[in-house]
Protein backbone atom coordinates (compact mmCIF):
# COMPACT_ATOMS: atom_id res chain seq x y z
CA UNK A 1 0.00 0.00 0.00
CA UNK A 2 1.16 3.19 -1.34
CA UNK A 3 1.23 6.33 0.96
CA UNK A 4 1.47 9.99 -0.30
CA UNK A 5 1.74 12.88 1.71
CA UNK A 6 1.56 16.61 0.29
CA UNK A 7 3.89 18.57 2.29
CA UNK A 8 3.45 22.36 2.04
CA UNK A 9 7.11 23.87 2.55
CA UNK A 10 5.70 28.23 2.45
CA UNK A 11 4.27 29.85 0.18
CA UNK A 12 5.70 31.99 -3.33
CA UNK A 13 3.31 34.75 -5.15
CA UNK A 14 4.48 35.43 -8.90
CA UNK A 15 2.39 37.86 -11.05
CA UNK A 16 -0.72 36.31 -13.38
CA UNK A 17 1.07 36.14 -16.87
CA UNK A 18 3.57 33.72 -15.35
CA UNK A 19 1.14 31.41 -14.52
CA UNK A 20 -0.36 31.96 -17.99
CA UNK A 21 1.34 33.76 -20.37
CA UNK A 22 -0.59 35.70 -22.61
CA UNK A 23 1.94 37.57 -24.77
CA UNK A 24 4.94 35.99 -26.43
CA UNK A 25 8.79 37.01 -27.08
CA UNK A 26 9.68 40.18 -24.69
CA UNK A 27 6.35 40.81 -24.24
CA UNK A 28 5.95 38.09 -22.29
CA UNK A 29 8.83 38.89 -20.06
CA UNK A 30 7.84 41.95 -19.25
CA UNK A 31 4.22 41.09 -18.33
CA UNK A 32 5.74 38.47 -16.17
CA UNK A 33 8.15 41.64 -14.36
CA UNK A 34 5.59 44.02 -14.70
CA UNK A 35 1.86 43.06 -14.28
CA UNK A 36 -0.59 44.79 -11.87
CA UNK A 37 -2.06 41.15 -10.93
CA UNK A 38 -0.49 38.56 -8.82
CA UNK A 39 -1.40 35.07 -8.31
CA UNK A 40 -2.29 35.24 -4.55
CA UNK A 41 -0.26 32.96 -2.25
CA UNK A 42 0.62 29.61 -4.06
CA UNK A 43 2.01 26.78 -2.09
CA UNK A 44 5.13 25.11 -2.29
CA UNK A 45 4.44 21.68 -2.08
CA UNK A 46 7.07 18.92 -1.75
CA UNK A 47 5.55 14.83 -1.99
CA UNK A 48 7.14 12.34 0.25
CA UNK A 49 5.92 8.55 -1.08
CA UNK A 50 5.73 6.40 1.60
CA UNK A 51 6.78 3.11 0.04
CA UNK A 52 7.39 -0.38 1.32
CA UNK A 53 11.37 -0.32 -0.50
CA UNK A 54 12.14 2.96 1.85
CA UNK A 55 11.08 7.06 1.40
CA UNK A 56 10.69 8.82 -1.74
CA UNK A 57 10.74 12.88 -1.04
CA UNK A 58 9.96 14.63 -4.23
CA UNK A 59 11.56 18.20 -4.23
CA UNK A 60 12.55 19.45 -1.47
CA UNK A 61 10.63 23.12 -1.15
CA UNK A 62 11.80 26.49 -0.08
CA UNK A 63 14.20 27.44 2.61
CA UNK A 64 13.51 30.23 5.23
CA UNK A 65 16.37 31.50 4.38
CA UNK A 66 14.81 33.32 1.46
CA UNK A 67 13.90 35.72 4.22
CA UNK A 68 17.77 36.86 4.66
CA UNK A 69 19.08 40.35 3.27
CA UNK A 70 21.02 38.84 0.41
CA UNK A 71 20.10 35.65 -0.09
CA UNK A 72 18.43 36.03 -3.39
CA UNK A 73 20.09 38.28 -5.69
CA UNK A 74 19.05 41.61 -5.51
CA UNK A 75 19.95 42.72 -9.35
CA UNK A 76 17.67 39.63 -10.54
CA UNK A 77 14.62 40.78 -12.06
CA UNK A 78 12.73 37.89 -11.20
CA UNK A 79 13.51 38.23 -7.46
CA UNK A 80 13.04 41.98 -7.77
CA UNK A 81 9.59 42.28 -9.23
CA UNK A 82 8.32 38.89 -10.44
CA UNK A 83 8.56 36.86 -7.25
CA UNK A 84 7.52 36.61 -3.09
CA UNK A 85 8.06 34.17 -0.93
CA UNK A 86 6.94 33.48 3.03
CA UNK A 87 8.33 30.40 4.13
CA UNK A 88 8.85 30.12 8.17
CA UNK A 89 11.82 28.08 9.25
CA UNK A 90 9.39 25.86 10.93
CA UNK A 91 8.10 24.80 7.42
CA UNK A 92 11.50 23.82 5.56
CA UNK A 93 11.31 20.43 4.94
CA UNK A 94 13.00 18.74 7.55
CA UNK A 95 11.44 20.35 10.68
CA UNK A 96 8.74 18.86 8.65
CA UNK A 97 9.68 15.18 8.58
CA UNK A 98 10.60 15.32 12.10
CA UNK A 99 6.83 16.23 12.81
CA UNK A 100 5.63 13.33 10.72
CA UNK A 101 7.75 11.21 13.20
CA UNK A 102 10.73 10.86 10.38
CA UNK A 103 13.95 11.44 10.62
CA UNK A 104 15.08 13.50 7.24
CA UNK A 105 18.08 11.00 7.00
CA UNK A 106 15.67 7.70 6.64
CA UNK A 107 14.63 9.46 3.20
CA UNK A 108 16.27 7.00 0.61
CA UNK A 109 15.92 8.71 -2.50
CA UNK A 110 14.96 12.41 -3.00
CA UNK A 111 14.47 13.61 -6.63
CA UNK A 112 14.16 16.64 -8.42
CA UNK A 113 11.60 18.06 -10.55
CA UNK A 114 13.91 20.66 -11.56
CA UNK A 115 16.69 23.13 -9.74
CA UNK A 116 14.51 26.07 -9.42
CA UNK A 117 15.02 27.85 -5.78
CA UNK A 118 11.53 26.34 -4.41
CA UNK A 119 12.21 22.44 -5.68
CA UNK A 120 15.94 22.69 -4.58
CA UNK A 121 16.02 25.28 -1.50
CA UNK A 122 15.61 22.13 1.26
CA UNK A 123 18.52 20.02 0.06
CA UNK A 124 20.22 20.98 3.31
CA UNK A 125 18.38 18.74 5.23
CA UNK A 126 18.94 15.75 2.95
CA UNK A 127 21.82 14.95 3.74
CA UNK A 128 21.63 11.11 3.49
CA UNK A 129 19.54 10.45 0.46
CA UNK A 130 20.57 9.53 -3.05
CA UNK A 131 19.46 12.60 -5.09
CA UNK A 132 18.11 11.93 -8.47
CA UNK A 133 18.95 15.22 -10.65
CA UNK A 134 18.70 15.60 -14.68
CA UNK A 135 22.47 16.39 -15.15
CA UNK A 136 21.36 18.64 -18.08
CA UNK A 137 18.72 20.87 -15.64
CA UNK A 138 22.32 20.61 -13.38
CA UNK A 139 24.19 22.03 -16.08
CA UNK A 140 21.88 24.50 -16.74
CA UNK A 141 21.75 25.87 -13.64
CA UNK A 142 25.60 26.39 -13.63
CA UNK A 143 27.56 29.59 -13.35
CA UNK A 144 26.53 33.03 -14.48
CA UNK A 145 24.65 31.71 -17.28
CA UNK A 146 22.34 29.66 -14.70
CA UNK A 147 22.22 32.70 -12.08
CA UNK A 148 20.83 34.81 -14.93
CA UNK A 149 17.75 32.01 -15.62
CA UNK A 150 17.30 32.41 -11.81
CA UNK A 151 19.00 29.41 -10.31
CA UNK A 152 20.92 29.55 -7.18
CA UNK A 153 23.41 27.07 -7.93
CA UNK A 154 26.14 28.89 -5.13
CA UNK A 155 23.67 27.83 -2.33
CA UNK A 156 23.21 24.28 -3.02
CA UNK A 157 25.52 22.83 0.01
CA UNK A 158 29.03 22.27 -0.84
CA UNK A 159 28.66 18.31 -0.05
CA UNK A 160 25.65 17.96 -2.44
CA UNK A 161 26.23 15.05 -4.95
CA UNK A 162 23.20 14.52 -7.45
CA UNK A 163 23.05 11.32 -8.95
CA UNK A 164 22.24 11.71 -12.67
CA UNK A 165 18.88 10.38 -14.18
CA UNK A 166 18.83 7.57 -17.04
CA UNK A 167 16.18 7.34 -19.64
CA UNK A 168 16.20 3.62 -20.74
CA UNK A 169 13.31 2.23 -23.39
CA UNK A 170 11.04 1.65 -21.22
CA UNK A 171 7.66 2.79 -22.13
CA UNK A 172 4.89 4.18 -19.52
CA UNK A 173 1.51 5.30 -21.09
CA UNK A 174 2.65 8.26 -23.58
CA UNK A 175 6.49 8.25 -22.60
CA UNK A 176 8.72 6.09 -24.88
CA UNK A 177 11.42 6.14 -22.18
CA UNK A 178 11.66 6.20 -18.30
CA UNK A 179 13.44 5.72 -15.35
CA UNK A 180 12.12 3.30 -12.53
CA UNK A 181 13.18 4.19 -9.16
CA UNK A 182 11.81 0.96 -7.31
CA UNK A 183 12.59 -2.43 -7.90
CA UNK A 184 8.90 -3.65 -8.08
CA UNK A 185 9.18 -0.73 -11.08
CA UNK A 186 6.23 1.19 -9.75
CA UNK A 187 7.54 4.44 -9.23
CA UNK A 188 9.04 6.23 -12.39
CA UNK A 189 10.60 8.95 -13.45
CA UNK A 190 9.32 10.68 -16.51
CA UNK A 191 10.93 13.32 -19.08
CA UNK A 192 8.79 16.27 -19.27
CA UNK A 193 10.47 19.00 -20.52
CA UNK A 194 8.56 22.62 -20.58
CA UNK A 195 8.94 24.77 -17.69
CA UNK A 196 12.46 23.77 -18.39
CA UNK A 197 14.33 22.03 -21.01
CA UNK A 198 15.11 19.00 -18.91
CA UNK A 199 12.48 19.35 -16.59
CA UNK A 200 11.32 15.57 -14.91
CA UNK A 201 8.45 14.22 -12.99
CA UNK A 202 7.47 11.54 -11.28
CA UNK A 203 4.48 8.42 -11.67
CA UNK A 204 3.61 6.25 -8.83
CA UNK A 205 1.28 3.76 -10.58
CA UNK A 206 -1.44 1.26 -9.28
CA UNK A 207 -5.14 1.15 -9.20
CA UNK A 208 -5.13 5.02 -9.22
CA UNK A 209 -1.78 6.46 -10.54
CA UNK A 210 -0.43 9.90 -8.86
CA UNK A 211 1.82 12.26 -11.47
CA UNK A 212 3.95 14.00 -9.03
CA UNK A 213 4.15 17.05 -12.09
CA UNK A 214 6.35 19.52 -10.33
CA UNK A 215 5.54 22.86 -12.14
CA UNK A 216 4.51 21.00 -15.84
CA UNK A 217 1.70 23.73 -15.13
CA UNK A 218 0.82 25.83 -12.02
CA UNK A 219 -2.27 24.19 -11.38
CA UNK A 220 -4.77 21.75 -13.25
CA UNK A 221 -7.06 24.30 -15.11
CA UNK A 222 -4.11 25.49 -17.45
CA UNK A 223 -3.02 21.39 -17.84
CA UNK A 224 -6.32 20.90 -19.27
CA UNK A 225 -7.02 24.31 -21.32
CA UNK A 226 -3.24 23.72 -21.95
CA UNK A 227 -2.30 27.35 -21.63
CA UNK A 228 1.68 27.40 -21.23
CA UNK A 229 3.25 29.33 -18.55
CA UNK A 230 5.56 32.40 -18.94
CA UNK A 231 8.56 30.69 -17.79
CA UNK A 232 8.89 27.86 -20.44
CA UNK A 233 11.23 28.63 -23.01
CA UNK A 234 9.39 26.85 -25.74
CA UNK A 235 5.82 26.98 -25.94
CA UNK A 236 5.54 24.14 -28.57
CA UNK A 237 7.95 21.82 -25.83
CA UNK A 238 5.53 22.89 -22.95
CA UNK A 239 2.38 22.40 -24.80
CA UNK A 240 3.69 18.86 -26.16
CA UNK A 241 4.07 17.54 -22.78
CA UNK A 242 0.85 18.56 -21.73
CA UNK A 243 -0.61 16.56 -24.40
CA UNK A 244 1.35 13.68 -22.67
CA UNK A 245 -0.01 14.29 -19.48
CA UNK A 246 -3.68 14.37 -21.09
CA UNK A 247 -2.95 11.26 -23.31
CA UNK A 248 -1.85 9.91 -19.69
CA UNK A 249 -4.83 10.52 -17.54
CA UNK A 250 -7.11 9.00 -20.52
CA UNK A 251 -5.55 5.72 -20.35
CA UNK A 252 -5.60 5.17 -16.55
CA UNK A 253 -7.21 7.12 -13.19
CA UNK A 254 -4.60 9.72 -12.31
CA UNK A 255 -4.09 12.12 -9.57
CA UNK A 256 -2.37 15.31 -11.25
CA UNK A 257 -0.49 16.60 -8.55
CA UNK A 258 1.10 20.23 -9.65
CA UNK A 259 3.96 21.40 -6.84
CA UNK A 260 1.98 24.85 -6.54
CA UNK A 261 -1.60 24.02 -7.31
CA UNK A 262 -4.16 24.74 -4.15
CA UNK A 263 -6.14 22.07 -4.87
CA UNK A 264 -3.47 19.35 -5.56
CA UNK A 265 -3.56 18.23 -1.66
CA UNK A 266 -7.46 17.99 -1.55
CA UNK A 267 -7.18 15.90 -4.99
CA UNK A 268 -4.87 13.85 -3.29
CA UNK A 269 -6.90 13.48 -0.62
CA UNK A 270 -9.70 12.42 -1.77
CA UNK A 271 -8.14 10.93 -4.59
CA UNK A 272 -9.91 12.89 -7.53
CA UNK A 273 -8.61 11.82 -10.82
CA UNK A 274 -8.25 13.64 -14.27
CA UNK A 275 -11.74 12.29 -16.14
CA UNK A 276 -11.27 12.44 -19.52
CA UNK A 277 -14.30 11.75 -22.34
CA UNK A 278 -14.44 11.33 -25.44
CA UNK A 279 -11.37 9.75 -27.30
CA UNK A 280 -9.98 10.93 -29.71
CA UNK A 281 -11.46 15.00 -29.27
CA UNK A 282 -8.95 18.03 -28.62
CA UNK A 283 -8.05 17.88 -24.87
CA UNK A 284 -9.38 21.14 -24.38
CA UNK A 285 -12.99 20.56 -25.13
CA UNK A 286 -13.60 17.47 -22.93
CA UNK A 287 -11.94 17.32 -19.79
CA UNK A 288 -13.24 18.21 -16.09
CA UNK A 289 -12.76 16.91 -12.78
CA UNK A 290 -14.82 14.73 -10.50
CA UNK A 291 -13.92 13.32 -6.94
CA UNK A 292 -14.47 9.66 -6.96
CA UNK A 293 -14.34 7.77 -3.65
CA UNK A 294 -11.30 6.58 -1.78
CA UNK A 295 -9.66 3.54 -3.58
CA UNK A 296 -7.65 1.15 -1.39
CA UNK A 297 -4.97 -0.91 -2.97
ZN1 LIG B 1 10.06 26.22 -11.38
Redesign the pocket.
Known sequence: MLKIHAIRTGFVEVRRPQMEARRKGLAKITDMLFDEQWSGWLPIYVWLVEHEEGLILVDTGETARVHERGYHPSWHPFYRRASRFSVHPEEEIGPQLRALGIAPRDVRQVVLT?L?T??SGGLAHLTASKCWVSRREWKRAQGLGGRLQGYLPHRWPKWWQPSWIRFDARPLGPWAQSMPITRSGDICIVPTPG??PHHISVVATGSVSFFLA??TSYNQRTLVERKVDG?SPSEDVARATMDKILLFAKQRPLIYLPSHDPDSAERLRLPAPLVIEGHGERPESVLRTVAVAAHSD
Open positions: HHDHHTGDV
